[in-house]
């Protein structure tokens, strides 16, 4: 059973910045995958970052230069630096785990959310 807790969220001008933490806990599997995802109202959820266990990112266009995603691996946490916010950025932000099995075959896990608004 994989329990994933974030924290971080808050209200912020635009320009600020947020930093969000996600701890994971229960069965982590070596190969595994942990991101930020966002939905606004109304809208789709969609991806905003993710770090693999190997280290490697990807992040969304609207966010590359602004949000920097990083893990400690020793605490099962991944993080997400959100600065020059901006208010299109306002979202209920989701840490989501995958543990994958083989290169195409995961499950994954999704936290609680937490709300990110920013204030123009």
């Known amino acids: 059973q994989v329990q994933l807790v974030e924290s971080g969220g808050g209200l912020v001008q635009a320009g600020g910045s947020l930093r969000l933490s996600c701890a994971a806990s229960?069965?982590?599997?070596?190969?595994?995958?942990m991101g930020w995802y966002r939905q606004a109202p109304g809208k789709r959820r969609e991806l905003a970052a993710v770090?693999?266990?190997?280290?490697?990112?990807n992040y969304a266009d609207s966010v590359k230069g602004r949000f920097t995603i990083s893990r400690d691996n020793a605490k099962n946490t991944v993080y997400l630096q959100m600065n020059s916010l901006k208010p299109e950025d306002t979202a209920t932000y989701y840490c989501?785990?995958?543990?994958?099995?083989?290169?195409?075959?995961?499950?994954?896990?999704w936290g609680q959310g937490t709300q990110v608004t920013v204030s123009s």
């Open positions: 989501n785990l995958r543990n994958y099995y083989s290169d195409y075959s995961f499950y994954e896990r």
């Open positions: 229960g069965s982590i599997f070596s190969s595994n995958a």
């Open positions: 770090i693999t266990s190997g280290g490697s990112t």
